[in-house]
């Protein structure tokens, strides 16, 4: 059983898999999970002008966050709830290290078989960058 498992999520309804394979893995009584958010930082404004942006998605994400992980009926004495603000893949990989994350359960997207490249060189989903620059496992789940 892992002790702690993080999980990415985003604010949409396609969550309920991630949710209950992260379910599946931990022990309420055992176990802590964190369900993280990340909000996208915009690129080229000042970040003081978007202060008052950036706090209401947090406000909004962090609500999202706390129905969800009560809708999951889990020990919210040991269970987290973390939003962070920036680029996706860093800001979860660098969540999961600081915390001494056991396991990273997150949704992953399925590749469109007709594409034969990808739009631009480098360019990766946000999972499959956590699942290259992290170090604890990962759990992707499709």
Not at 90 to 114: N, T
Request: glycine share 4%.
């Amino acid at each position: 059983m892992f002790r702690h498992v993080v999980v990415p999520i985003d604010l949409s309804n396609r969550n309920q898999q991630v949710l209950a394979a992260a379910a599946e893995v931990s022990d309420p009584s055992e176990s802590r999970l964190t369900l993280l958010h990340v909000v996208e930082e915009l690129h080229g404004v000042p970040s003081a002008e978007l202060r008052e942006f950036y706090d209401r998605l947090r406000t909004g994400a962090e609500a999202h966050l706390a129905r969800t992980l009560k809708a999951m009926k889990r020990n919210q004495r040991k269970d987290r709830i973390e939003i962070k603000t920036g680029r996706p893949a860093k800001e979860i990989v660098a969540y999961a290290s600081r915390s001494r994350a056991d396991l990273i359960v997150m949704g992953s997207h399925s590749v469109d078989p007709r594409r034969k490249a990808p739009p631009h060189p480098g360019w990766g989903t946000v999972s499959y960058k956590v699942a290259l620059l992290c170090r604890c496992p990962i759990l992707l789940v499709k």
